[in-house]
DNA sequence: TATTGTTATACTCTATAACTATA
DNA sequence: TATAGTTATAGAGTATAACAATA
């Protein structure tokens, strides 16, 4: 049932997305232009199923980056998500409102704001990351395995991540 | 020359991505995170190698789906390439100002607007083109041709597209 | 009545620089 | 001096609705 409406805020996404790259275009017959395409159409795949939990992707990167590591600062989140540091006020700002995270002073360095993570804010990730997971599955269930993973790795190669980070 | 600008720029533009989705984070092991920052990087890329032609690129967008079907109005223009009709109007104008292109009333239908590319507007979707063909070839260059096979084919997949629209 | 193009408006995003407090 | 965080501001981009001309 939460399933159903996600598949159809998808379908409908990829139909509203598809018109836009019709072949009305020799655009639509470059990798270039399938690309960019394709990353819109994730993004606001995740914007959508994201916001019955009330988060936005950006908060869900901001929570699940501080998942791994909980000693970060906002100077360090800004750096690893590419986010600007004004911006990133903002979004704590925000996950302070809805009682998801917390500031807290470095004791070692006055100047740092540590992002604390919540109980709260762990089980709204917890409910985003399973969104997450059903849409990508969802999403990516058209392909087969195998283009699956030639799409993870070509994108790997092409951003010059380090391939397989951690092995086994 | 005008070619090693072109991989200095791109160069530039991977390893300034490449920090923004570092390992730090467990985004980065997840297809939907990379398939953005790809989709990200490439318009980033697409708008530093036509710089220096003047147009951006969604003139360039324009451009080339009008040297396909030299008969479409602003209407099919913005439906055929996903952007808002009165976002199309400013498109146009700038085209106009930059004399690549020009209005015409249809005769048939005279509230449409049927855009014609000037022959200047020919010569620097000419050199456009080349700009892009060459950036893509460097940016695409580090993958096998397999793997540019199945990004093609995945991504046309995932948005919806016929598989090979024109065979042979 | 419906459609094409246009204009106006408000809203979101982003980029830049200045400011503070700490180091 | 340099850095972390904050604030202010301006610019770009986007979405919405209203409007005139035409069908």
Redesign the interface.
């Known amino acids: 049932m939460s399933a159903t409406f996600t598949a159809a805020v998808i379908n409908a996404i990829?139909?509203e997305?598809?018109?836009?790259?019709?072949?009305?275009?020799?655009?639509?017959?470059?990798?270039?232009?399938?690309?960019?395409?394709?990353?819109?159409?994730?993004?606001e795949?995740?914007e959508q199923v994201l916001a019955p939990t009330g988060i936005k992707p950006r908060h869900f990167?901001v929570l699940?980056?501080l998942?791994?590591?909980a000693t970060?600062s906002q100077r360090?989140l800004s750096?690893?998500?590419?986010i600007d540091p004004n911006v990133m006020v903002d979004l704590i700002d925000e996950l302070e409102r809805q009682g998801f995270a917390r500031r807290e002073r470095s004791p070692v360095d006055r100047r740092r704001h540590i992002v604390v993570v919540t109980p709260k804010g762990k089980a709204v990730l917890t409910k985003a990351q399973a969104a997450?997971n059903e849409?990508?599955e969802r999403?990516?269930g058209?392909?087969t395995s195998?283009?699956?993973q030639?799409?993870?790795?070509?994108?790997?190669?092409?951003?010059?991540?380090?391939p397989v980070?951690r092995a086994g």
């Not at 750096?79 to 590419?82: E, F, Q, S, V």
């Not at 790795?153 to 092409?158: D, F, I, K, P």
């Open positions: 990829r139909k997305l598809a018109v836009g790259i019709s072949e009305q275009t020799p655009l639509s017959q470059t990798i270039g232009y399938r690309l960019i395409k394709v990353g819109e159409m994730v993004m795949t995740a990167n699940s980056t998942s791994v590591d970060l360090e750096t690893a998500l590419g997450v849409a990508e999403v990516l058209v392909l195998d283009q699956r030639v799409l993870f790795e070509a994108a790997g190669v092409l951003l010059g991540l380090a980070p």
